[in-house]
């Protein structure tokens, strides 16, 4: 049997109880939760499976070395260490990644020079040649994490983000995340037993998402290719086994609408449907929300109407208005989940949330909010036997207060253990995560710190293609002084 290695799986903040719980249903060991990662022990199997099956993660890294480093000659020494023979040859390239939270590394792109450096510098000394470096489709994806002066350096098994599904051929403006768009989904426990709907569906990404889970399909079943198939212990077999194995598929005997009002949205999502071979069971048409009519099935109702950030209505309070004016008339004994950003828009629902669910949606800090709707008085649906809130949704409620409660204890504590490693390693709450909606208190210089860091992550990927180009840019200057290589970083660093 072989052995079991330690592999950490990233996502967004807000969706790591739902990944534990994913990983755990694979067969994942050891499953610790911490900030924006879950950390979990299996073998190559499993390492095939989550990057395949898992719909919540968007990386899965396989740590090879930890070590502390406090300068960028003590990162480069302690990258050099590495026996880089077992994982690479001349004949082979690769790219790093990097994601620093320190005050002694300003700049994320230069501890990725002297990783690149030190693995180069290696192979030049050992065999006086070197592998080269390729940005779009390197044979070795690496990712350096730094947390103050604790560095984690592993190989990437993802390659491309694994939101990147390979379904969406359009796209509208501002789509939502398709891991996101699992989460939201997966937290309302819904699992393919009624009717779901999108009024609101965009590109269409919740109800195609919607469709995967109710079927049980693999998330990772229309990507090209993963990183982990260009390792020289890959397993050709193992991984075709993985990939072709359909038996834990499940037919689905409801239906999933999609609609939206715009008619380039109708005609975008309906093209990812087909895309994804779901056109059976999601049918995507144009529709106002306004003339929205009670569905005849049983069904649920999850949507991100527009927040009056990149996308906005003539009247976005007056919109939040009809939303609720619509789930209270025409969407009697069901229940609705709405994400958004401002609380006035909210507020202009006019319901009572059964329960609020912190999330981030890019670098907004949003809410996602579950109303039960019900005709009458709330004591006379709950003497019927209605549910307003799950028995899990109870502790979800309670355990957010009981944190407001210790807000200044946990603040200690979190400043006597210094965070430790950022998202790598630290399994406890952090003040700002837990508070972050109580506008009210007055935050402190960690809190800011930790929002700063939260909005860097959101525009650090949508950056991702400019910085990429860069990569090839400087690599050309790899022969040159690092003084000058150095200058033209920091010129564009100070540019983004």
Not at 74 to 101: C, H
Not at 178 to 199: C, N, Q, R, S
Not at 456 to 482: A, L, P
Request: glycine residues 6%.
């Amino acid at each position: 049997m072989e052995q079991e290695f330690e592999m950490i799986a990233k996502t967004f903040m807000g969706l790591e109880p739902v990944l534990a719980k994913e990983l755990t249903h694979l067969g994942a060991n050891n499953v610790e939760i911490g900030r924006r990662m879950v950390s979990f022990t299996g073998d190559k199997q499993l390492l095939y499976r989550a990057n395949f099956q898992l719909h919540t993660a968007i990386r899965i890294l396989k740590p090879i070395a930890r070590f502390k480093a406090l300068t960028p000659d003590e990162v480069y020494e302690g990258v050099k260490k590495i026996d880089w023979t077992k994982y690479l040859n001349t004949e082979k390239t690769f790219a790093v990644d990097s994601v620093v939270f320190s005050e002694e590394f300003r700049h994320s792109k230069f501890v990725a020079y002297k990783v690149k450096d030190a693995i180069v510098d290696q192979f030049r000394e050992k065999q006086g040649k070197r592998p080269n470096i390729s940005v779009a489709n390197p044979d070795l994806r690496l990712n350096i994490h730094i947390a103050e002066d604790k560095c984690t350096l592993s190989l990437d098994s993802s390659g491309e983000s694994l939101h990147r599904r390979g379904y969406r051929q359009e796209s509208v403006e501002a789509p939502l995340n398709e891991v996101l768009a699992a989460g939201i989904i997966l937290m309302t426990g819904w699992k393919g037993d009624t009717d779901f709907i999108d009024p609101m569906c965009g590109s269409g990404t919740l109800a195609i998402e919607a469709a995967l889970i109710a079927r049980n399909m693999a998330p990772g079943l229309f990507r090209k290719e993963f990183a982990f198939e260009k390792w020289e212990d890959f397993d050709k077999d193992l991984f075709d086994n993985i990939y072709n194995d359909d038996s834990e598929e499940r037919e689905y005997n409801h239906h999933i609408y999609a609609y939206d009002i715009d008619m380039k949205a109708v005609n975008t999502a309906a093209l990812n449907v087909k895309a994804a071979g779901l056109s059976s069971i999601i049918t995507v048409e144009q529709a106002d929300f306004k003339d929205f009519q009670q569905p005849k099935e049983k069904s649920i109702m999850v949507t991100n109407p527009p927040y009056g950030e990149r996308i906005s209505t003539p009247d976005l309070l007056g919109t939040y208005r009809m939303i609720g004016e619509r789930l209270k008339h025409q969407f009697l004994d069901n229940e609705a989940w709405v994400l958004s950003y401002r609380a006035e828009c909210f507020d202009q629902i006019g319901l009572k949330p059964s329960i609020k669910i912190p999330l981030y949606n890019g670098s907004l800090e949003c809410e996602l909010r579950k109303y039960q709707i019900f005709d009458g008085r709330l004591r006379d649906f709950r003497g019927e036997g209605g549910i307003v809130k799950t028995e899990e949704e109870k502790k979800q409620m309670g355990e957010k207060h009981r944190f407001k409660k210790n807000r200044e204890f946990k603040q200690r504590l979190d400043e006597t253990e210094e965070n430790e490693e950022g998202d790598i390693r630290t399994f406890k709450f952090h003040r700002h995560d837990l508070d972050r909606f109580d506008t009210k208190r007055k935050r402190t210089d960690s809190d800011r710190l930790e929002a700063k860091r939260d909005r860097f992550e959101g525009k650090r990927d949508r950056f991702e293609g400019k910085r990429d180009r860069f990569d090839g840019k400087r690599d050309k200057f790899d022969g040159k002084k690092f003084g000058k290589t150095a200058r033209k970083f920091n010129k564009y660093s100070d540019d983004e």
